[in-house]
Structures are given as structure tokens and as C-alpha cells.
């Protein structure tokens, strides 16, 4: 009986840790002014931890290393960009500045999807230091 006991409680810790996990802030491309509202809590951070708080899929991702270090971050795929498809919602783009060079030689990139956002630059690029946020929302351009 007491190996019963035992087991449900394990059972009912585990269950409750595996649903505890954290609902990222922004779940929806509409939402994705919250990132600028709470800008202050990723500033100074790595950018792995904003990522975390992004639902949506990231599908096209840029670095670029001009007067400023930053990411351009779009939620349709290069496809839809061309032909202005894909929701309104959904051509959000979002800007991110990090504090360093961003390593980001486009020979190394896979032929034909080099702006394509994998989980492997995810990592690769996860410890970069958050500046600022920016948002542009394809309905708000004139």
C-alpha cells in the first residue's frame, strides 16, 4: 500500500512540474507590441531569452552588421514577402539590436534558404546581448 501512495504522489509531482511550463509572452504576430511594452526585461539579457517568450514562428531571420548589430525577425516565409501574401498580422517584422558583431557570413548559409530561421541559430546566436527592441507592422506603412 505504501508503494502505491509513493507512486501516485511521484506521479501527481511529475504532472504537475511537466504542466507547469512558462506560456511564452507574445502567442499570436497580433500581440507582438507586447515585446516593445516590456522591452526593459530583455535589454541587457541574451537574446535566447527573448526568443523564448516569441510563439510564433520566426520563419525568416537576417543579421546584419552595418552602424548597428541587429536581427530582422519576419513570421511569413520569403515566398509570401515576395508576393505580399500572408495575413496582415502575420508581416509584422520584428528588429532586435545586440550589443556584438553578429558572425553572419552568407556563403556559410545553406544555398537557396540562407534567411531561413533555424533552431541551430537559435543557439549560435543565443548569447548575444539584447539593446533594443523595434516593431513594424506592415499595416501601420503607408
Do not use: H
Not at 511550463?21 to 507586447?34: A, I, L, N, S
Not at 520563419?59 to 552588421?65: A, E, S, V, Y
Not at 501574401?85 to 558583431?101: A, F, I, M
Not at 553578429?102 to 543565443?126: C, H, L, M, N
Amino acid at each position: 500500500m505504501k508503494k502505491i501512495i509513493r507512486f501516485l504522489i511521484l506521479f501527481l509531482i511529475a504532472t504537475v512540474l511537466y504542466s507547469c511550463k512558462g506560456v511564452p509572452m507574445v502567442q499570436t504576430t497580433r500581440e507582438m507590441k507586447e515585446l516593445k511594452v516590456n522591452e526593459s526585461k530583455f535589454v541587457n539579457k541574451p537574446l535566447k531569452y527573448l526568443l523564448k517568450e516569441i510563439g510564433p514562428q520566426i520563419k525568416t531571420g537576417i543579421g546584419q552588421n552595418e552602424d548597428q548589430f541587429f536581427f530582422s525577425f519576419r513570421f511569413t516565409t520569403l515566398e509570401q514577402q515576395k508576393l505580399n501574401q500572408g495575413s496582415l498580422d502575420d508581416r509584422v517584422s520584428l528588429y532586435v539590436y545586440v550589443k556584438e558583431r553578429i558572425d553572419w557570413q552568407w556563403e556559410k548559409r545553406p544555398k537557396g534558404i540562407e534567411s531561413v530561421w533555424t533552431k541551430e541559430d537559435a543557439k549560435k546566436y543565443g548569447n548575444l546581448i539584447v539593446v533594443r527592441i523595434k516593431i513594424i507592422e506592415k499595416n501601420n506603412i503607408q
